[in-house]
């Protein structure tokens, strides 16, 4: 099968509610096991990013579980209030926000290469020099916004500063933050961290079209890192050795899930 989008609900709101669909009938059963992201954009002949934006968001109602190197289980039915199938979110999918940081930060970024002067490189270097001292979520997610945040800054003007800022505040939003969880640890930081450096040298030398060239490669990559499979994750967990706290949380045996589904329905 396949969907038609209409303008008032976003497509993984369609195939969120259609999974839950699903699991409401008993197909697929509490402690049961949902197909892989794969074989459900397959069967929806949807993109993954939007079976993944789809899956992140019934996780974050509490209907599925998604375990890192095991599957996703269900945990139990839907309330019939569900934010999502009703559409009365208002919350975008992560990847839309993530494409509309790509279409416009390139434009700003070439813009302030033009007008750079040494108060905004000496702004970046000081933000790039805590960058390199924190590689934690909590406190790196601050100065990542603050860097593009300066970088539109230096413009003057401020609607634009401020649209800059509200867009990257939405990945703040519950969704957007539990997907964060799978993809982000020291390893990712530190990709952005050097492509962060290289957006700054283009504006220190004064080159708008490497400043560009290089905010859009960075904001690709971010596209890309947050769009690796789960599995993938799991190989890569396994080849650093590192397991973050995030993904060891969920690292539970299909056992163990059932076991907490039963203890819910008591």
Partial sequence: MSFKVDESRRLYRHIAKHLRDLIDSGEYPIGGRLPSERELADRLQVSRTSVREALIALEVEGLIRINIGSGIYVLGPSASSSTISSGKTSIE????FLHAREILEPSVAAEAAIIADSELVGTLDQILAQMKNFGGNDKWIPLDREFHVAIAASLSNGMLARFIGQLFDQRMNPYFRRLASYFEDARTWGQALAEHRVIRDAIAA????????AMRQ????????FSRSFGEISVLSHRSGKVTPALRSRAESPRELQTKTSRRKI
């Fill in 93 to 96: 999918g992560p990847f839309e």
């Fill in 206 to 213: 004064g080159d708008p079209e490497a400043a560009r060239q």
């Fill in 218 to 225: 960075h904001l690709r990559l971010s596209q890309e890192r």
